[in-house]
């Protein structure tokens, strides 16, 4: 057993030198990860160009204006008036699909940050405690489940009666939130035994430190891409929801309600302005989310990164 | 308290774990103590029981699924009894804890600097560059080369050996009296566990710390240790100063543990293994001599019914009666 340890010190140095400080995931790993992968770097280009446009663009545009009824350009074609032309009302569609993608994307994006919060506390809560409280809340999770949630969202969105964007996102997340507890505990349950969180208990830190500052960044990186992937799907369900007429009222335009005129076989067939570009739209944007979300979860795994 | 050099006091504590409805001890009646500046080795076979027994000191059980009974006796205070935040007073401040693989107790989305800085946050008013300065002195003290620049690092990028060394500065940050090292060489090569050893040891004559030390090696119990506890199935059944347990080892366990060491000398190159294994929890004889399964060929009459500690020397105490005749099988050497 002879150790020499001038020479254990040379090795530790060379070790050291090699390896620049990179922590496991960070902006420096995920922005890598978009360059090394260029399909990923070009839907993120897309979406940023896509929201700020619809954003920046729904800026300048008067909801009142775009949604009066002037029958005179009833499913008036594209022109220089009409870019992409009108509806059965004459109103512009062009003006009704920035309003309409700002609408789906801010609710989209409102139930994923309300039901991520909510998933997130009490998903932690329940698979860092375990035992009773880990009982009760998943307990209320599995009803919460159960529950046949389509139909119980088109059953409230009929009886509230003042129906609003705002209503609309609180019956969604009253729904949702479920799945992201179930998702969250079992990696809280599964983080919260390692043997780093008792090394944290023996030098004297409480709980929630624990819980919040060592558990969560752990999770976290399953949750970024759990919430993007979730953005996505979002979108999709209330303009899917507002397609089949359980959605936002028509007098708020939506890429739902765009869409939701090609169930007018004359619409579909005849007027592909009308509902073609909201629809076009949606799929852009489902993928350009997807390939940004799939990239993210590959920074988060460092088995699975390209660079 | 007796003794004013007595830092811990362990008396007659259980550990049970529920396995299905049941609760089943994994540690069994288990009293020792603990000195100032005193280096105790807890030995024994894997299951017998010494994680637990540290973790039960730390207070990192989930009481849903364990039940503690008993005293870990801490200034007078029991510890077992403790509730959250007291037990985070402790901990940390009071009693330190190294663990067995360095890899997986370090958070891998923390630096260093913040992982040792972690007790200090909660147990001190170290202003931030105070703190900091400390990290570095910690690390410097571990002998870790670089201070400044690992301080910045993940676990991730460290050796095996420097994360052991960043586990030991954790747990001696604030000082502790106590500290507990759950067989904190397992998961190092054999001269990396050499370094480590020392520096325990080099750290713990500087410091006039009590460490329990959890091991499975008699080499590195008879190098480090002052006393030794040996352990089978979750209670103690030998307990004497190291050289004492060397010299004149009593209970046959111990017997056929220090048996199964190679010997250089020895004139057959066979090695002794003890037949069978410690028993599972659910398992395990709950009456009688617990090594008597082992040992079929001592008859019945030379365990005790319910075997206790006698002490045969001074501060010798040796569990059960079957140590008086016993002898390896024959041909078995
Ligand atoms: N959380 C738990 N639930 C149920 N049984 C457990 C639990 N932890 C440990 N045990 C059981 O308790 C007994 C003692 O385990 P322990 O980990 O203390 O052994 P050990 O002496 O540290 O072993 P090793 O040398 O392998 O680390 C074993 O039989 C083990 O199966
Ligand atoms: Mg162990």
Redesign the pocket.
């Known amino acids: 057993m002879a150790s020499n340890p001038n020479v254990e010190d040379v090795i530790e140095e060379t070790e050291l030198d090699s390896s620049s400080s990179n922590p496991p995931l960070g902006f420096k790993v995920i922005a890598r990860e978009f360059l090394k992968d260029k399909v990923a770097l070009t839907a993120l280009i897309v979406l940023v160009i896509l929201l700020l446009t619809v954003f920046i663009g729904a800026m300048f545009i008067d909801q009142k204006e775009v949604m009066r009824v002037s029958l005179l350009n009833k499913f008036a074609p594209p022109s220089s008036e009409f870019l992409l032309g009108a509806d059965s009302g004459g109103r512009s569609i062009l003006g009704q699909l920035f309003l309409g993608a700002r609408n789906s994307i801010m609710i989209g994006f409102s139930i994923t940050v309300i039901t991520s919060f909510v998933g997130v506390t009490l998903g932690l809560i329940a698979g860092y405690f375990g035992g009773v409280i880990d009982n009760i809340i998943m307990r209320i999770v599995d009803f919460v489940m159960i529950l046949p949630t389509y139909m119980m969202i088109i059953v409230l969105i009929t009886i509230v009666p003042s129906f609003t964007v705002f209503t609309f996102i609180l019956i969604m997340s009253l729904f949702m939130w479920a799945a992201k507890t179930r998702l969250v505990r079992s990696r809280a349950l599964s983080e919260s035994r390692r043997d780093y969180v008792s090394a944290s208990k023996t030098m004297g830190t409480n709980n929630f430190v624990i819980m919040f500052r060592e558990v969560l960044p752990n999770i976290s990186s399953i949750i970024i891409v759990n919430m993007t992937l979730n953005f996505a799907a979002n979108i999709g369900i209330e303009t899917g929801l507002t397609f089949l007429g359980f959605g936002l009222p028509a007098s708020t335009p939506s890429l739902g309600t765009l869409v939701n005129y090609a169930r007018s076989p004359e619409v579909l067939s005849a007027r592909p302005w009308i509902w073609v570009p909201a629809s076009l739209l949606i799929l852009v944007l489902m993928l350009c989310i997807n390939y940004v979300g799939q990239a993210l979860r590959r920074a988060a795994d460092a088995k699975q990164r390209l660079g | 308290m007796e003794n004013e050099n007595q830092l811990l006091d362990i008396n007659h504590l259980h550990t049970g774990?529920?396995?299905k409805d049941d609760f089943?001890d994994?540690?069994d009646d288990v009293s020792i103590s603990l000195e100032k500046n005193e280096i105790l080795a807890i030995v024994?076979?894997?299951?017998?029981?010494?994680?637990?027994?540290a973790t039960t000191i730390m207070g990192l059980h989930d009481p849903n699924?364990?039940k503690v009974a008993g005293e870990v006796i801490y200034q007078d205070l029991n510890l077992v009894d403790l509730n959250e935040e007291l037990y985070n007073k402790i901990r940390g401040n009071d009693i330190g804890m190294i663990f067995?693989d360095p890899l997986s107790a370090l958070n891998p989305l923390m630096r260093i600097q913040d992982q040792i800085a972690e007790s200090l946050i909660f147990h001190t008013k170290l202003s931030k560059e105070k703190r900091y300065e400390r990290v570095l002195e910690l690390l410097e003290q571990v002998g870790i080369p670089n201070p400044p620049r690992v301080a910045k690092q993940y676990p991730h990028e460290l050796s095996g050996g420097m994360r052991q060394r960043v586990m030991i500065a954790i747990a001696l940050s604030c000082k502790p009296p106590i500290i507990i090292a759950?067989?904190p060489t397992t998961a190092l090569d054999v001269t990396i566990q050499a370094q480590i050893l020392d520096l325990l040891k080099e750290l713990q004559e500087e410091n006039g710390t009590g460490i329990i030390l959890?091991t499975?090696d008699l080499g590195v119990v008879a190098e480090m240790a002052d006393r030794v506890a040996v352990?089978y199935a979750?209670q103690v059944v030998e307990e004497a100063e190291v050289g004492e347990l060397f010299n004149n080892p009593k209970h046959p366990y111990t017997r056929s543990l220090l048996n199964s060491i190679p010997q250089m000398d020895s004139e057959n190159d066979e090695l002794h293994v003890i037949d069978g294994v410690?028993p599972?929890?659910v398992k395990l004889p709950r009456k009688g001599c617990r090594f008597a399964a082992r040992i079929p060929w001592i008859a019945a009459e030379e365990h005790e019914e319910n075997p206790v500690m006698h002490e045969v020397a001074p501060n010798h105490f040796v569990r059960c009666t079957c140590y008086k005749n016993f002898h390896f099988e024959e041909g078995g050497e």
């Open positions: 774990f529920r396995i089943y994994a540690v024994g076979e894997s299951g017998c029981g010494k994680s637990t027994l699924k364990t067995q759950d067989e959890i499975h352990m979750g410690v599972s929890l």
